[in-house]
């Protein structure tokens, strides 16, 4: 078990502010390294004394510590410093997208009214990730029915170029995760959505497990956006509610530029649950904080 | 002759590469069908030879195969069966024709007995008290002769239908594969008689000359009758006029004139024949005595690189029909090779030993040859199929067509790229996007993988349209909107606009409230109107097509006439792209939502 902790956080560079900077509070359970390399056993020491404070953190509890190492990001994984999931700020450190990192599933659930803003939340964060690289949008037809189609020119409207995308059509919930699962497989796929409606069965925990390990192997970001679906527990390393905000208006009470509630409800990298207004800002391809009140 | 008509079209070489595979050795090179140019200028192509196949008694065949398929699944009763079929009551076909229920087809006992087509039901059973009476279905007749036509393109690519109950086979520049025509011949007999059928063929220089022959003479039915080279005048002369299949009425003509055969009318002067019996006789007479020859139209033309695995023992095991496969697809990679060549769609043809067909086709983006890949693609494609390939008692002939090809410059294979499995390489990540939306084409079908193409036009539904991404061409580029500026078209586009309950009009024009899919919205903002004027260029034949006072036609496609456009956002933050068709001025506004916003 320590071993897997190590190898899946050893990758991480120490963000500034975070717990990992600070002298372990906590002490070293005796015995439980079995490394002889005294460098890696105090980074193992920190590590856990890390992760014992997320753990305290977190209401779920400790129960779940083991579940939670099971699917680290790939590399960039984001550790949520505990004073910045509370809330501050969360585009402070520009440029890295603290929230949703690649090589990781993550979870965007909303009701039915607010598919338009998951959508374009998670348009927002493919922007963001695939930095250019193709994105690969897979469409459950029964969303395509409801919300319409995606179209090229919102799209381009919102920073996303639209030759990058590919859109994948599937009846069914289940070729739906299989045209995912495949299009992760591809690292040179910067980023896939999947967008399915309802309660589906078939979006169970095995398959949030498997492309959870795909995504974590090829270093994609899978952002599964679920549209009239309960949140539900799943191996997703972030889990979220995405509901539409009031914009900020222009002059003449013109609706301003796309502003999304969005709700933490699970972090695997321990960031606490909150709740925050966010603007999609085109110009700098970035998430900005308050919208409006 | 008809020389004229051979240089247009180039004969046999299509069929004659088709059965490239089994020759192979001499002729590689010939596959491609500019082979033609190799003819010496002005030699006499050989002539075209066509094997007629007449279903005499089709529809109580089919009938027959179904109580045998249905014996032998009861395990084994096929001998009784036979039994039951010495004695069997003579089986008729009805159909109401002429108010009267009349016989359409008969049994071979049936005929015995005297029962013939287009006698009345009434008088059939006055000659045969126990006659088995089945309605007649034309359909499944044709479907039948579908499924028989689609067994019997493993002998040539040429054949098509020829109604009713026959089908005709160029086998120009095939028959040498089966050691001549007639061994051929017999083989086509041999495999219609192992499907139970009793079938009347003929071999002759013109499809007409077969057909008739096939149909009008008693020798085509104990053997097949073959018409040597130049001896179709001959042979056609002894047919019955009955062979013209004329009319009735011109029918009696010949007949009470005395002309019973054709050998009576061959060389009578063609134009007293044509103002007596039409312009289209003398041609008909001609085409049927071997004289002037004209093409059957195949079912679909004979793709470029055809390749045959024909197997002496049907093979069923799933590994065996892989291996087949890929030896197929190598022989395939090192024809395209040698021509230049790369594929771009790929059909697997897998013939069941019962005569069924099945065909997968996969598609890729670029032009290919790499077996490894084009195999994983067809893989994919067989194990998403809705009815998976089954395999029956075996296939005895499985066959690739690379049915389009486009020029592909020779490569160095890469070593990695020859060791490594192609899944290897896939997951490597190396490979184009272009791949993947191949391998997903293939899981999911051509139509499922898309791209947005822009089409440089000002309404919105046809600003960007949805193309399967291997068809998709870099159009227009996407417009530019200022940093600064929210977005001004929807994420989301209905293709049918919604309509919504719109109320209290804001002085501005557009509704303060609205109901849309049972729930009310309160507009908190909005901006507008932006205004969006059908293209006159596309609508004006429409528009013209439409009586002038026809009001309705605007309501029935709010997409046609001129629309205001709002940007709305409701008090919950959800923004909508709200329109008015018509004129501002019109009294009762309708409101449609058209897309959403994020």
């Given at each position: 078990m320590e071993n897997n902790i190590a190898s899946c956080l050893t990758g991480t560079e120490p963000l500034d502010g975070g717990p990992s900077a600070r002298p372990s509070p906590l002490p070293l359970r005796a015995g439980s390294d079995r490394r002889p390399h005294a460098a890696r056993a105090g980074a193992l020491a920190r590590l856990k004394a890390d992760l014992a404070l997320r753990v305290a953190a977190t209401p779920c509890g400790g129960a779940d510590v083991d579940a939670r190492q099971n699917h680290p990001p790939a590399k960039t994984g984001a550790l949520f410093p505990p004073d910045q999931a509370a809330g501050a700020s969360i585009s402070r450190r520009d440029g890295h997208p603290a929230w949703l990192a690649p090589g990781a599933l993550h979870d965007l659930f909303a009701g039915v009214a607010d598919g338009p803003a998951a959508h374009g939340f998670a348009t927002g964060h493919a922007i963001r990730i695939a930095a250019g690289r193709p994105v690969v949008?897979?469409?459950?037809?029964?969303?395509?029915?409801?919300?319409?189609?995606?179209?090229?020119?919102?799209?381009?409207?919102?920073?996303?170029?639209?030759?990058?995308?590919?859109?994948?059509?599937?009846r069914t919930v289940p070729e739906l995760l299989g045209a995912a699962e495949e299009a992760a497989r591809y690292n040179a796929v910067g980023v896939v959505i999947i967008s399915a409606w309802g309660a589906a069965k078939a979006f169970d925990l095995t398959a949030s497990r498997r492309l959870a390990l795909v995504a974590a192997r090829s270093g994609v970001a899978i952002l599964a956006v679920r549209i009239a679906a309960d949140p539900a527990p799943g191996a997703a390393w972030s889990r979220w509610t995405v509901r539409a905000a009031a914009s900020r208006l222009l002059e003449g009470d013109a609706p301003g530029h796309p502003a999304f509630s969005v709700t933490l409800l699970r972090h695997r990298g321990g960031a606490a649950p909150a709740t925050w207004i966010l603007e999609w800002d085109r110009a700098q391809r970035t998430f900005r904080e308050g919208a409006s009140g | 002759m008809r020389n004229e008509r051979f240089a247009k079209a180039p004969p046999g070489e299509a069929a004659a590469a088709y059965w490239a595979k089994d020759t192979a050795n001499q002729n590689v090179g010939a596959l491609f069908q500019g082979a033609d140019a190799a003819l010496p200028h002005g030699a006499r192509p050989p002539r075209r030879r066509y094997l007629a196949l007449w279903f005499p008694f089709l529809p109580a065949d089919r009938l027959r195969r179904q109580a045998g398929s249905a014996a032998t699944n009861d395990g084994g009763k096929i001998a009784n069966g036979d039994k039951n079929r010495q004695g069997a009551p003579p089986l008729v076909f009805v159909a109401p024709v002429r108010g009267a229920m009349r016989l359409v087809a008969v049994s071979p006992e049936a005929?015995?007995?005297?029962?013939?087509?287009?006698?009345?039901?009434?008088?059939?059973?006055?000659?045969?008290?126990?006659?088995?009476?089945?309605?007649?279905?034309?359909?499944?007749?044709?479907?039948?002769?579908?499924?028989?036509?689609?067994?019997?393109?493993?002998?040539?690519?040429?054949?098509?239908?020829?109604?009713p109950h026959g089908l005709v086979l160029d086998i120009t520049g095939c028959a040498h594969l089966a050691g001549g025509e007639a061994?051929?011949?017999?083989?086509?007999?041999?495999?219609?008689?192992?499907?139970?059928?009793?079938?009347?063929?003929?071999?002759?220089?013109?499809?007409?000359?077969?057909?008739?022959?096939?149909?009008?003479?008693?020798?085509?039915?104990?053997?097949?009758?073959?018409?040597?080279?130049?001896?179709?005048?001959?042979?056609?002369?002894?047919?019955?006029?009955?062979?013209?299949?004329?009319?009735?009425?011109?029918?009696?003509?010949?007949?009470?004139?005395?002309?019973?055969?054709?050998?009576?009318i061959i060389d009578r002067d063609s134009v007293s024949l044509a103002s007596r019996f039409g312009a289209a006789f003398p041609a008909r007479l001609a085409r049927i005595t071997g004289a002037e020859d004209i093409r059957i139209t195949p079912e679909r033309p004979a793709p470029p690189c055809v390749i045959d695995r024909i197997l002496p023992e049907p093979v069923a095991r799933e590994e065996h029909v892989e291996a087949l496969l890929a030896g197929l697809l190598r022989d395939a990679a090192q024809r395209l090779e040698q021509a230049g060549q790369g594929g771009l769609r790929f059909t697997a043809l897998f013939y069941r030993t019962d005569g069924v067909k099945r065909a997968v086709t996969v598609s890729v983006s670029q032009p290919t040859r790499d077996p490894a890949l084009v195999g994983l693609l067809l893989r994919e494609r067989l194990g998403a199929l809705d009815d998976p390939l089954d395999p029956g008692f075996g296939f005895d002939q499985i066959r690739l067509c690379v049915g389009e090809t486009a020029p592909l410059?020779?490569?160095?294979?890469?070593?990695?790229?020859?060791?490594?499995?192609?899944?290897?390489?896939?997951?490597?990540?190396?490979?184009d996007i272009s791949r993947l939306a191949d391998r997903l084409a293939a899981r999911l079908g051509p139509e499922a993988v898309l791209k947005l193409c822009p089409r440089g036009s000002h309404l919105p539904e046809r600003a960007a349209v949805l193309r399967p991404a291997r068809l998709a061409s870099a159009g227009v580029g996407w417009r530019d909107l200022a940093p600064e500026d929210p977005p001004a078209r929807p994420l989301h586009l209905f293709r049918t606009p919604q309509p919504v309950e719109a109320m209290d009009a804001a002085p501005d024009g557009y509704p303060l409230r609205f109901r849309w899919r049972r729930m009310m919205h309160d507009v908190a903002a909005a901006e507008g109107p932006e205004r969006l004027s059908p293209e006159w260029w596309r609508t004006l034949p429409a528009a013209a097509a439409t009586p002038p006072d026809d009001a309705p036609a605007d309501d029935a496609h709010p997409l046609r006439a001129t629309r205001d456009y709002y940007r709305v956002e409701d008090r919950e933050g959800r923004r909508f792209w709200l329109f008015r068709p018509g004129d501002a001025g019109a009294t009762a506004a309708r409101w449609f939502i058209h897309g959403l916003f994020p």
């Open positions: 949008w897979a469409f459950h037809d029964m969303a395509g029915r409801e919300l319409g189609r995606p179209h090229g020119e919102g799209l381009a409207d919102l920073g996303l170029d639209p030759d990058a995308l590919l859109l994948v059509r599937a | 005929l015995a007995a005297g029962l013939r087509p287009q006698m009345t039901l009434a008088d059939a059973r006055a000659l045969a008290p126990a006659l088995w009476v089945v309605p007649a279905r034309p359909d499944l007749d044709d479907a039948f002769l579908t499924r028989l036509r689609d067994d019997f393109e493993r002998f040539t690519p040429l054949l098509a239908i020829d109604p061994p051929m011949a017999a083989r086509v007999r041999q495999r219609a008689h192992a499907a139970g059928l009793h079938v009347h063929c003929a071999l002759a220089a013109t499809p007409q000359a077969a057909r008739a022959l096939a149909r009008f003479t008693l020798a085509a039915r104990e053997a097949p009758l073959i018409v040597p080279e130049g001896g179709d005048r001959a042979a056609t002369a002894r047919l019955p006029v009955a062979a013209l299949e004329l009319s009735e009425g011109r029918h009696r003509t010949l007949q009470r004139a005395g002309l019973k055969r054709l050998a009576d410059a020779a490569m160095q294979s890469g070593l990695p790229a020859n060791i490594l499995p192609a899944t290897h390489i896939l997951e490597a990540g190396q490979e």
